[in-house]
């Protein structure tokens, strides 16, 4: 299975990190979801080969996401949600100071977002899609970090996307009245429809908090021009296909 990675996040020391790819030759294509209703031993055929690359004895996190904006902290070195879906986890962010545990995001369009703290020895991993950027996910994530873990976001270093890009994603009145506030973020198409930017979004977030521009890495990849390396529900069709973004603090 083929894997990204962000040139920001190679260079923290002690943070591992992928991002999957779509894979002909694996079941599935390579999808990680559990949850779309594909068949549960194919699914989990994947992870383990996603797995093999953070070593043995680690532990994975994989929430059901539900595009609220629930952060969830992850406290004890176990795994959930990894070999099936585990119902009573349901959140769009996950956070940890544990080394040894993976947190893991599952999209297809949605914008993932890997977050390190390298300074104060923290991770993050957060699903926003249009409803969770609305609701400042990322903001919420970067602050539970800082309760928490004491992290100031002049140190953060984050991996933004693939996701679908403001060339693809079309959206109506209804989705871009709630981004006003971001005007640089959207084009208008006419007839009541518009492009919306929701990594450039979810950057201008971590900008507002005080994340460095250049400490913010955007990947350049819309899923849906891309959709033959990466899932796209929309350039698919409503594809039930996953990749993943996962991190973990080495021990
Ligand atoms: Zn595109």
Redesign the pocket.
């Known amino acids: 299975m083929k894997r990204n990675r962000y040139e920001n996040l190679l260079q923290v020391h002690g943070v591992i990190h992928c991002i999957s790819e779509r894979d002909e030759e694996r079941p599935l294509a390579g999808s990680l979801a559990l949850h779309t209703g594909q068949d549960i031993d194919q699914v989990r055929s994947n992870r383990r080969e996603i797995a093999s690359y953070f070593g043995a004895e680690v532990h994975f996190i994989s929430a059901l996401q539900v595009h609220g904006d629930h952060v969830h902290v992850v406290g004890k070195r176990s795994s959930r949600g990894w070999t099936e879906v585990d119902a009573s986890l349901q959140a769009d962010a996950l956070v940890t100071h544990l080394p040894g545990v993976v947190l893991t995001i599952l999209t297809a369009d949605c914008v993932p977002l890997l977050i390190a703290d390298p300074v104060h020895r923290a991770i993050g991993a957060v699903h926003a899609g249009w409803r969770g950027t609305q609701q400042e996910i990322v903001r919420k994530t970067v602050e539970t970090m800082g309760r928490l873990y004491g992290t100031r976001p002049t140190d953060l270093v984050v991996g933004i996307g693939p996701a ?6 079309e959206v109506g009145e209804d989705v871009v009245e709630n981004f006003t506030a971001y005007p640089q973020a959207i084009v208008a198409k006419g007839n009541g429809k518009y492009l919306l930017d929701t990594k450039q979004i979810n950057a201008l977030q971590l900008e507002a908090l005080g994340v460095p521009t250049d400490q913010i890495e955007i990947s350049p990849v ?5 959709h033959e390396r990466f899932f796209s529900y929309r350039a698919d069709g409503g594809t039930a296909g996953r990749f993943m973004s996962c991190i973990m603090l080495e021990s």
């Open positions: 679908i890009g403001g060339c693809c994603y819309c899923t849906a021009c891309e």
